[in-house]
T-cell receptor, first 109, second 117 residues
Framework: GIQVEQSPPDLILQEGANSTLRCNFS?????LQWFHQNPWGQLINLFY???GTKQNGRLSATTVATERYSLLYISSSQTTDSGVYFC???????????FGKGTKLTVNP | NAGVTQTPKFRVLKTGQSMTLLCAQD?????MYWYRQDPGMGLRLIHY???????AKGEVPDGYNVSRLKKQNFLLGLESAAPSQTSVYFC????????????????FGPGTRLTVL
């Protein structure tokens, strides 16, 4: 099956810093989503981005499908950005989403 | 809208006991999912449903059963709990297949923390 690798596994930042999280996948996909799991465990969908670039406030994401990777950018990080960021991909619909192991982000004040 | 809700939030079972986790969504979503999350790992799909009355196996279905008798509810059952089923269980839903809607965003419930002793 398709493999999803996220890097780095852990990231510690000072408030205000920028960061880039990476998601590599082993085969072509038609569905890619980024999720944020906050320290209380709640999972929130950030982006549905099988290709191209999207922005939402301080967050943006870019997927280069032909090169099999996606990047999540966080600018001017805040303590509320802490948590685990997951990338999930599928070669079909959402019923086949495969999750990476996540990047744990800690933003210190 | 309450979104996706899960009942209960916490549960402790003894090996061999049975229980049912309830997921409810009020967004009229067609697709519903049950995942488990173990420490240091991403989410793994247990079972899913593409509509009322339908269910299908995911990546790790063994030891679990599901039912979708009503569109808004998706139940996950453990017939004979084992310590290996200690995990956090998440339910999710999404509206429709991406081809028709153009987006495939999944919405997650708050999770159920299950411990099997």
């Amino acid at each position: 099956g398709i493999q999803v690798e996220q890097s780095p596994p852990d990231l510690i930042l000072q408030e205000g810093a920028n960061s880039t999280l990476r998601c590599n996948f082993s085969d072509s996909v038609n569905n890619l989503q980024w999720f944020h799991q906050n320290p209380w465990g709640q999972l929130i969908n950030l982006f549905y981005i099988p290709s191209g670039t999207k922005q939402n406030g301080r967050l943006s994401a870019t997927t280069v499908a032909t090169e099999r990777y996606s990047l999540l950018y966080i600018s001017s990080s805040q303590t509320t950005d802490s948590g685990v960021y997951f990338c999930a991909v599928s070669q079909g619909g959402s019923e086949k989403l495969v999750f990476g192991k996540g990047t744990k982000l800690t933003v210190n004040p | 809208n309450a979104g996706v809700t899960q009942t209960p939030k916490f549960r402790v079972l003894k090996t061999g006991q049975s229980m049912t986790l309830l997921c409810a969504q009020d967004m009229n979503h067609e697709y519903m999912y049950w995942y488990r999350q173990d420490p240091g790992m991403g989410l793994r799909l247990i079972h899913y449903s593409v509509g009322e009355g339908t269910t299908a196996k995911g990546e790790v279905p063994d030891g679990y059963n599901v039912s979708r008798l009503k569109k808004q509810n998706f139940l996950l059952g453990l017939e004979s709990a084992a310590p290996s089923q200690t995990s956090v269980y998440f339910c999710a839903s999404n509206l429709d297949i991406q081809d028709r809607v153009g987006t495939d965003t999944q919405y997650f419930g708050p999770g159920t923390r299950l411990t099997v002793l």
